[in-house]
């Protein structure tokens, strides 16, 4: 499945970055939205394993399927990679919510991945001093 190969490559570019800061303990699990009904694990395309190899990362052979109940009692933090995904799985946390208010709400802890790139990029830019002056004068 597409999304298993992009989630898949994407957990293990997270877990790269994350050797960066080895203070932090950081795990990161690979689970796909699924349409409603079908069976558990999905293979991982060859194809990605082998891209994942030559920028020296590890692939699984499977991605689970997304547990809503149990990865959001499990997670801090729960990435997913798109718009899409974001409102497919905000819609089967939704009702946990409801029965959970708190600050440990399942909406606030469910993320999408670009959002991190934008903020990392503009965090990157800051430091670097790109972008002082602009609109000045």
Known sequence: SFSACRAAL???AFLRLAQAYPMLHV??????????????DVEVDARARMVGE???AQL???????DERQD????????VMDEMDHA??????????????????????LRRLA?????RSAVSRGADGEGEGEGDG
Do not use: I, K, W
Not at 72 to 79: E, I, K, R, S
């Open 54 to 56: 030559r920028l020296g």
């Open 27 to 40: 795990e990161a699990d690979l689970a796909v939205l699924l349409p409603f009904g079908e069976p558990g």
């Open 115 to 119: 959002a991190y790139a934008r903020l």
């Open 60 to 66: 699984p052979l499977t991605a689970r399927a997304f």
């Open 88 to 109: 497919e799985a905000l819609q089967l946390v939704c009702a946990y919510d409801r029965l959970d208010a708190s600050e440990h709400a399942c909406a606030l802890r």
């Open 72 to 79: 959001m009692v499990d997670a801090d933090l729960v990435l």
């Open 10 to 12: 994407a957990q293990a």
